[in-house]
């Protein structure tokens, strides 16, 4: 997580000439979520969404997606420490 903005602003210039590259990318962090959420591991979800973030901060995905991260995350199952 330290370094996802610059993975990011990198994934968005690759993008740029290469789309077919950003959806790969964009799509692997989905399926990490996805898995990572599944398992509730908070730490590794926490790492995706970031990620996901910086991707839709440099343009690379669309804001639907983030929206249906949040709508997700909202509508889980509660936690004794969330």
Do not use: M, W
Request: proline content about 4%; aromatic content about 8%; hydrophobic content about 40%.
């Amino acid at each position: 997580p330290g370094y996802s903005d610059a993975y990011a602003s990198l994934v968005a210039v690759v993008n740029s000439k290469l789309p077919e590259i950003g959806e790969l990318v964009l799509t692997r962090a989905v399926l990490t979520f996805r898995s990572a959420y599944k398992r509730r591991d908070r730490a590794l979800a926490g790492s995706a969404c970031t990620f996901i973030g910086h991707l839709f901060n440099q343009s690379v995905c669309h804001e639907l997606l983030c929206l249906q991260i949040l709508t997700v995350l909202l509508d889980g199952d509660p936690t004794d420490d969330s």
